[in-house]
């Protein structure tokens, strides 16, 4: 593995996501970020953030100077929405993990996967989000197929064209615009707007910007790009792949209906956080 980074830290790559499972299950994983750092890879960390209050401060607090960003599992504003497709008990594990990775961590973002026991009080999610001080919500729509058939209901899941046209509501609400960064409403907004929703890329909480593995010519891993968003389109290293899963009636919805000042704030927000 630090080979595999060191060889594309030699080629100019820039950007590595740890997940898993659990990432600080891994008995190695302070050396491997350590290496990852001294590199110069900026990093973002995927956890469910139960394990962080366990750890050694000594062992974290090398990241409080470092280009890391985290994304944490919480699917709820308490026990019951949070539980409900999750391990009884873990809603306070996770709570307490975040509190705890704000020492270390400047930027991070909630996960949240939405079914029908969150969807219809979202909005609450949004304001425990506020009052925790995080600086993003990512939401996923849980998917009925594979081992997933054997243990939900079909309709546990909520649609994608429901879920955005209520995230579209909630973010143009000026409370909780900021919190628009590392959700993918942004990217589906620029694909509407541009009319060209077969192109798939990232956009982080900060405004960088990752061309996703399925959609770059040649090789990605580790990229990033530095140019505007709406110029990644023009830059004829993109191909074509299918984003099935967004129904083009509802990439329209959202370039109509997303307040373009929502992103204006973000990014204004941003720069002051950065700032600090």
Known sequence: MLKFFDKRASLGKKYVQYTGGEIFMHPDIFEILRFSIDLGWTLRLQTNAMMI????EKKMSFLRKCDVSTRV?????????HEYFREKGSFEKVVKGIKT???YIKYIVVKCVV??????????????????GVQ?????????????????NEDDV??????????????????????IGGNDLVVHYIKGELKLPKKVFYVDYDGRVYPDQKCLKGELVGNLYDGKIE?????GNLKETIMGEIPQKTLIY???????????????????????
């Open 254 to 276: 959202i370039s109509k209906n997303l307040r373009k000042e929502v992103l204006e704030r973000w990014k204004c927000w941003y720069m002051q956080e950065a700032t600090k």
């Open 115 to 132: 079914h029908k026991k969150n969807f219809f009080n979202l909005d609450k999610l949004f304001d425990f989000c506020l009052n925790l």
């Open 158 to 179: 909520i649609s994608v064209d429901k879920l955005y046209k209520k995230l579209v509501i909630l973010f143009n609400k000026q409370e909780y615009s900021h919190l």
């Open 73 to 81: 599992s919480l699917d709820g504003w308490n026990p019951e929405t």
């Open 53 to 56: 209050p366990f750890i050694e």
């Open 231 to 235: 110029d990644i389109f023009n830059e």
């Open 136 to 152: 993003g919500i990512s939401t996923n729509v849980l998917r009925f197929e594979g081992y997933a058939r054997e243990y939900l």
């Open 101 to 103: 990775l704000q020492k």
